[in-house]
């Protein structure tokens, strides 16, 4: 792989860290029944798991908990 290849494969690599960092929750909702608290660290600088937590607004204290994960990714990738 050339440098300029390896230099665009990173460059990639940061700006996806960034859009799936905007994309996690950044606190947590406040609810009087629930203690909600969570921790978040990928493997690499790339993780394929999401979650959020989001309030239905019909009920203060009716919430959702949503996980996803992406399964089948190679780190580092293949060129």
Request: charged share 30%.
């Amino acid at each position: 792989m050339s440098d300029e290849q390896r230099s665009a494969i990173e460059k990639d690599l940061e700006l996806a860290y960034k859009i799936q960092n905007n994309l996690l929750p950044g606190r947590q909702p406040h609810l009087d029944a629930w203690d909600i608290d969570y921790y978040y660290e990928p493997k690499g600088p790339l993780g394929g798991d999401f979650y959020d937590i989001i309030r239905t607004g019909k009920n203060k204290d009716e919430i959702f908990f949503i996980f996803g994960d992406v399964s089948g990714k190679e780190y580092p990738p293949r060129c």
